[in-house]
């Protein structure tokens, strides 16, 4: 990605900002079942809204816009000592175009100026596509964790060192 984008920070009391991240998510999960079988995030809309709604109590969200068009979006949180991203997340109809990378470098970024050595996000282990990305990132695993339904590799990667 050659070109800077625009990236907004959504706040809880933009409704129509939040339902755009939301709508990002679900476009997401129904793209991933369709392709790759994997229905972790292949919520109703309504859900995916409640996800969103109740993620804005807890961490820090973005929207990616590229001329003026919601292209991505991703989480970030400050855990101890290591900066926790989460949902990233690029729209279906521009998957592939740099996007992703484009996050990731600005959620690297964001760690260093925190002044943050790490880097962790956790990934679900059936998700190869995501997991070799993160991995083509620099990123390794470094534990599992699990939910109700599914277990999750935490991955990481140092930053600024």
Same mark, same amino acid.
């Given at each position: ?43 109703? =809309? ?6 969103? !709604? ?13 001329? +003026? ?14 900066? !926790? ?14 996007? +992703?990378?484009?996050? =990731? ?57």
């Amino acid at each position: 990605m050659d070109r800077e984008l625009n990236i907004i920070r959504v706040h809880l009391y933009q409704m129509k900002k939040a339902f755009t991240v939301a709508k990002i998510l679900n476009c997401c999960g129904k793209d991933m079942s369709n392709k790759y079988g994997l229905h972790h995030w292949d919520n109703p =809309m309504i859900k995916s809204c409640v996800i969103v !709604f109740l993620c804005l109590l807890k961490n820090q969200i973005y929207l990616v816009l590229d001329a +003026g068009t919601s292209v991505a979006t991703f989480q970030i949180k400050v855990l101890d000592d290591v900066l !926790f991203f989460e949902k990233l997340a690029v729209a279906p109809n521009v998957s592939g175009k740099g996007y +992703g990378s484009y996050c =990731m470098k600005l959620i690297e970024k964001r760690a260093i100026k925190l002044g943050l050595k790490k880097v962790r996000m956790e990934v679900y282990d059936q998700s190869e596509h995501a997991i070799d990305f993160y991995k083509h990132k620099g990123y390794s695993q470094v534990g599992e964790t699990g939910t109700l339904k599914y277990t999750d590799l935490v991955m990481e990667k140092a930053v600024g060192v």
